[in-house]
Each structure stands twice: as structure tokens, then as C-alpha cells.
């Protein structure tokens, strides 16, 4: 079956650096992604990646290796607005995206 | 650019009334939309997938009868619950992707900022 696995919360401090998890099994694959959703809002986008490495977007990396089904999420001189949900989701090879159940970020002063 | 919108933001109806829900791309055209539930501090649901001109898909579990999907144009998908009742207050957020816009991997889904809809 496809399955998405990542952690439920995860507790931080404002200027810390923090690394979410993401393993993904899924029938095919054509890329990962990777949302922040604030309580009672909609997703936003925050990056994708397809190929393995690391995309660096300012405060927000993203790193895939396809060969072990893993990503990250590495949010570096976290600030309060950060505090957030982080949803991680794979594209199965009919461009369906199956998604996590998201990881609840919590940052403290 | 990819903004989403959707209307209306929240809705309280009756029990047994029906309510329509809109998700427009605001400045590109959607080559698919979709339909998604989320109940609280629960992950997001597809129910169901939609392209222009063509019926939607829906997921195991979504009653195609009660959850009604019309995407008339590439700009407009809307959704209509039908005879609602409490157990369907939850909240429904559309988004949309679009092919070779610069800028931007293609399938990216971007999601229109939802509704929460109340059934008493």
C-alpha cells in the first residue's frame, strides 16, 4: 500500500534550527512536497523536489533521496510565525498525491 | 500568480439544506481541481478530483450523490452539499494545478484558503 509516515509534533526554539522527517512508500513516484498550513487555514506551498538532494529557499531547505524514500524539512532561525503544521506528500506515478498526516511544530521563546 | 479563491469563507445552514461552495483560479487556468475535507487536527481528505468539461472522480466512501462537483469552465469548480447534516461540518478546501506556467514544478497544487461550514 502507499503510506506516508511523519512525526506528529515536534517542539522548537525561536532562533533554532529543526528537521522534519517525511518515508514514503508509493506506487511510482514523481516528486515530493512539502505545505505549511497554520490552524484553520488552507496549505500553502512550500517546495517540491523530484530529484535527489538538497533545495535551499531561503529559511526553508528540502532534501529527497529516492533510493531510501526520505525527505526533510529543515527550517533554520525558526520564528514564532513558524509555529504550524508541515504536511508531507508524494506523487504516485498516476500523479495522485498521497498525503501525511502532517507534523504539528510548536516554537517556544 | 496561482491564487485560489474560494466562497463563501464560513456558512451556517439547517439541517436538510443544501449549500453550494466555489473555488475559482484567479489568474491562471486549472487543468484540474480538487476537493478536500478536514475535520479537526486531522489530515487533509481528498474527495474528489475534477477536470474541465468532464465528470469528477471521487474517492472510496464519497457519496457522489451528496457531494455534487461541477467544473464548467477552467476557472470555476464548484461544490455542492446536498441535504447537509452535522456530521458533514467539517472544512472543505479546493485547489488547483496548472501546467507549464514558468516558475513553478508542474502538478503543484495550490489550495484556495477553504470553508467552514457549520450544519446545526
Known amino acids: 500500500g502507499q503510506n506516508i509516515d511523519q512525526p506528529t509534533e515536534m517542539t522548537a526554539t525561536e532562533g533554532a534550527i529543526v528537521q522534519i522527517n517525511c518515508t514514503y512508500q508509493t506506487s511510482g513516484f514523481n516528486g515530493l512536497f512539502w505545505y505549511q498550513q497554520h490552524a484553520g487555514e488552507a496549505p500553502t506551498f512550500l517546495s517540491y523536489?523530484?530529484l535527489d538532494g538538497l533545495e535551499e529557499k531561503g529559511r526553508f531547505s528540502s532534501f529527497l533521496s529516492r533510493s531510501k524514500g526520505y525527505s526533510y524539512l529543515l527550517l533554520k532561525e525558526l520564528q514564532m510565525k513558524d509555529s504550524a503544521s508541515y504536511l508531507c506528500?508524494?506523487?504516485?506515478?498516476?500523479?495522485?498525491?498521497?498525503w501525511g498526516a502532517g507534523t504539528k511544530l510548536i516554537i517556544k521563546p | 500568480g496561482a491564487v485560489v479563491s474560494q466562497h463563501p469563507s464560513w456558512v451556517i445552514c439547517k439541517s436538510g439544506t443544501s449549500v453550494k461552495i466555489e473555488c475559482r483560479s484567479l489568474?491562471?487556468?486549472?487543468?484540474?481541481m480538487f476537493w478536500y475535507r478536514q475535520f479537526p487536527k486531522q489530515s487533509l481528505m481528498l474527495m474528489a478530483t475534477s477536470n474541465e468539461g468532464s465528470k469528477a472522480t471521487y474517492e472510496q466512501g464519497v457519496e457522489k450523490d451528496k457531494f455534487l462537483i461541477n467544473h464548467a469552465s477552467l476557472t470555476l469548480s464548484t461544490l455542492t452539499v446536498t441535504s447537509a447534516h452535522p456530521e458533514d461540518s467539517s472544512f472543505y478546501i479546493c485547489?488547483?494545478?496548472?501546467?507549464?506556467?514558468?516558475?513553478?514544478?508542474?502538478?503543484?497544487?495550490?489550495f484556495g484558503p477553504g470553508t467552514r461550514l457549520t450544519v446545526l
Open positions: 523536489n523530484v
Open positions: 489568474d491562471f487556468q486549472a487543468t484540474t
Open positions: 506528500a508524494a506523487m504516485d506515478s498516476n500523479y495522485q498525491l498521497i
Open positions: 485547489s488547483a494545478t496548472y501546467t507549464g506556467l514558468a516558475g513553478g514544478p508542474t502538478d503543484t497544487q495550490y
